[in-house]
């Protein structure tokens, strides 16, 4: 029992020698990264916090944005759209993505070529419909269509009209 004592004192003490002293490498790492980090430039200051205005609602001046009424399309309206029709492909595109590239007749009936953002060529006769605001084309010429659009009034009572020309667009 007493050489085992021992031997178990001795592997102690070996122990504890050699976990000695190795922390003066790391204090002086520490002590180095800190003099690095003094010698960087400082952080710059915060933009300076704009003053808050507050905003005051005049509900009699606008209309109240928490009803609906106003914003639900009623085909009973005067210039109201077909909201009963099945929407025709190009009223998913924007106006702006669509160009007229073509035009030709038919029978005496004239057509033209659009050509859509993803490089898809439809062609439309009088009657279609283009575009996201109800745009039906009324006219069809060599040079363009003329497409009349409908738009909610300002007031959201009501339908408003717009005619809008797509020339033709010439080859480069």
């Known amino acids: 029992m007493n050489k085992k004592l021992t031997y178990l004192c001795i592997i102690s003490c070996i122990t504890l020698t050699a976990c000695g002293n190795q922390s003066d490498d790391i204090k002086s790492w520490m002590n180095a990264e800190k003099n690095k980090a003094a010698q960087n430039k400082k952080l710059p200051l915060l933009p300076e916090v704009e003053k808050y205005t507050s905003y005051s609602y005049k509900s009699s001046e606008t209309a109240n944005p928490f009803v609906l009424k106003g914003l ?101």
Request: charged share 35%; glycine share 8%.
């Open 72 to 172: 639900i399309l009623d085909e009973k309206e005067e210039n109201s759209p077909d909201l009963n029709r099945r929407k025709e492909e190009l009223e998913s595109y924007n106006m702006e993505s669509l160009s007229m590239v073509g035009f030709f007749k038919q029978n005496g009936k004239p057509f033209a070529l659009i050509k859509t953002k993803n490089n898809m060529t439809y062609q439309v006769t009088s009657g279609n419909h283009l575009g996201p605001n109800f745009g039906e084309v009324i006219d069809i010429q060599e040079n363009g269509l003329v497409l009349k659009e409908k738009f909610r009034n300002q007031g959201g009572k009501g339908w408003e009209e717009k005619e809008l020309f797509i020339e033709l667009k010439e080859k480069n």
